[in-house]
Structures are given as structure tokens and as C-alpha cells.
């Protein structure tokens, strides 16, 4: 398997267009592409497009990345990576959080991130190429290890007939998948933003397909809720 080369960025390469923001060449050409890639498809979008978005010559994006797909790759991986970084901080927590609690916050803390996410690239997840290019192998790796992580809790909190019915990864893979409807629900409206209360109810949904009962859920969510800012960079409205 080939490894992906990762470029770097000098100092004074020239621009058609003089950068005035605090945003590197880099962020601004993954936010440039986002944009392409999800309004107009990302076959139809090309690099020499996106450069010109930015406002550089084409030679300076291949700079920073070999092409396309290495930009689509990247855009991928910061729709999941924010979760995977939190995994770990969520499972130290227990004890004295209950898996019930951990299981909960780490869909909010998903849903959360799939609906802050730029210009909802996660409907990017199915394009053909995603599935088999050695340049997503990375983004992949980790879509995989979240789903795991699902698996994990679920595993610890489904009941007896659920266990009985369904093997641990399709929990996990089926956990996913629901947190993962909020990629629809932005594609049906770009300008929607996901309320609170939609993402406690997914977040409900989920331990309820594991078959916890509703006294545990309830005793979960307002913990989960209560430690939801401690994971993200911003504030949640408290329940109305």
C-alpha cells in the first residue's frame, strides 16, 4: 500500500488575488472546494475552479495537495476526525459516567459535529472512489474506528434480546447510520441548522434500538447534555 505525501507550504508564492484573511492558503482551499465539491458535484468541479475561487494561481493549490481527491480526502476526515479525537475523553469518564451516559454524549458530540461541519461535505461519504481510492485509506481508518466505538458501548448497554438478534459491529454500523441522518437533513435544506432538541432525539433513538428502557434514558440525557460543552468549542442551549 502507498503511503499519501503530505506538502508544505512556503512562504512567498504568488497569488492572483492578495489574501487579506487570517485563514491559511490551505483552510481556504478546502473551504473553497466544499463548496464546489457539494453545490456542484465533485466530478464536475476541477482544481483549476477552485483555484481561482481562492484566488491563487492553479500551481500554488498543487502545492498543498496533489489533487482532487487528496482535498476530498482531507474534507472527509474533518467530518469524523472531531469525534475519534473525543472518543477517548468520553470513555475516560466512565466510571462515574454509566455507558448509558457515555453512549449519549458520543452521539451528541457526532451529531454535533456532522452538523457544523462546512457546507455538510459527509454527503460527499458515498461518492464511488471514496470506497476504493488508497488516498481515502486514512478517512476509511477512521470512519471504521468510530463505528467500533459504537459497537463498544452499544455492546455494553443492549439488552438480551437485542443481543440475541444482532451482532455487536451491525449495532454499531446501525448507530452510526442514524447519527448520520443529519447528513440528509442538511442535504434537504443547506441552510437548516439542526436544533437541540433534534439531536437529543437522535441520541434517544439510539439507545433505544439498543434496547435500553426509557427510565435510563431519561436519567442519561440531562448528564449528557450538562457535559455536552466540555467537548465542543461552543455552548449549547440549555432544554427549553
Same mark, same amino acid.
Given at each position: 500500500?502507498?503511503?499519501?505525501?503530505?506538502?508544505?507550504?512556503?512562504?512567498?508564492?504568488?497569488?492572483?488575488?492578495?489574501?487579506?484573511?487570517?485563514?491559511?492558503?490551505?483552510d481556504?482551499i478546502?473551504?473553497?472546494?466544499?463548496?464546489?465539491?457539494?453545490?456542484?458535484?465533485?466530478?464536475?468541479?476541477?482544481?483549476?475552479?477552485?483555484?481561482?475561487?481562492?484566488?491563487?494561481?492553479? *500551481? &500554488?493549490?498543487?502545492?498543498?495537495? =496533489?489533487?482532487?481527491?487528496?482535498? @476530498?480526502?482531507e !474534507? %472527509?476526515?474533518?467530518s $469524523?476526525?472531531?469525534?475519534?479525537?473525543k472518543?477517548?475523553?468520553?470513555?475516560?469518564?466512565?466510571?462515574?459516567?454509566?455507558?448509558?451516559?457515555?453512549?449519549?454524549?458520543?452521539v451528541l458530540?457526532?451529531?454535533r459535529?456532522?452538523?457544523?461541519?462546512?457546507?455538510?461535505?459527509?454527503?460527499?461519504?458515498?461518492?464511488?472512489?471514496?470506497?476504493?481510492?488508497?488516498?481515502?485509506?486514512?478517512?476509511?481508518?477512521?470512519?471504521?474506528?468510530?463505528?467500533e466505538?459504537?459497537?463498544?458501548?452499544?455492546?455494553?448497554? *443492549? &439488552?438480551?434480546?437485542?443481543?440475541? =438478534?444482532?451482532?455487536?459491529?451491525? @449495532?454499531?454500523? !446501525? %448507530?452510526?447510520?442514524? $447519527?448520520?441522518?443529519?447528513i440528509?437533513?442538511?442535504?434537504?435544506?443547506?441552510?437548516?441548522?439542526?436544533?437541540?432538541?433534534?439531536?437529543?432525539?437522535?441520541?434517544?433513538?439510539?439507545l433505544?434500538?439498543?434496547?435500553?428502557?426509557?427510565?435510563?434514558?431519561?436519567?442519561?440525557?440531562p448528564?449528557?447534555?450538562?457535559?455536552?460543552?466540555?467537548?465542543?468549542?461552543?455552548?449549547?442551549?440549555?432544554?427549553?
Amino acid at each position: 500500500m502507498g503511503h499519501m505525501t503530505t506538502r508544505r507550504s512556503r512562504p512567498g508564492r504568488p497569488r492572483h488575488v492578495p489574501d487579506s484573511s487570517t485563514t491559511s492558503p490551505r483552510d481556504q482551499i478546502l473551504d473553497a472546494a466544499s463548496r464546489l465539491f457539494v453545490s456542484q458535484g465533485f466530478a464536475a468541479t476541477s482544481t483549476r475552479e477552485i483555484a481561482d475561487m481562492v484566488g491563487i494561481r492553479q *500551481a &500554488s493549490l498543487y502545492y498543498h495537495f =496533489a489533487g482532487k481527491d487528496e482535498i @476530498l480526502a482531507e !474534507l %472527509l476526515r474533518r467530518s $469524523v476526525r472531531p469525534t475519534t479525537d473525543k472518543v477517548h475523553e468520553i470513555l475516560a469518564q466512565v466510571p462515574p459516567l454509566d455507558y448509558e451516559t457515555a453512549l449519549y454524549l458520543l452521539v451528541l458530540v457526532d451529531v454535533r459535529t456532522l452538523a457544523d461541519v462546512p457546507h455538510n461535505v459527509g454527503m460527499l461519504y458515498q461518492l464511488p472512489d471514496v470506497a476504493k481510492c488508497e488516498v481515502y485509506d486514512e478517512f476509511r481508518t477512521e470512519h471504521d474506528e468510530l463505528s467500533e466505538h459504537y459497537a463498544r458501548l452499544a455492546g455494553e448497554v *443492549a &439488552s438480551k434480546t437485542v443481543r440475541s =438478534a444482532i451482532s455487536f459491529k451491525q @449495532l454499531g454500523d !446501525l %448507530l452510526i447510520q442514524m $447519527v448520520e441522518a443529519v447528513i440528509n437533513m442538511r442535504t434537504e435544506n443547506p441552510n437548516r441548522r439542526i436544533p437541540c432538541s433534534e439531536a437529543w432525539a437522535i441520541a434517544a433513538s439510539c439507545l433505544r434500538i439498543c434496547g435500553v428502557d426509557q427510565a435510563k434514558i431519561e436519567a442519561a440525557a440531562p448528564i449528557a447534555i450538562d457535559l455536552l460543552p466540555r467537548f465542543m468549542e461552543d455552548k449549547v442551549a440549555e432544554p427549553a
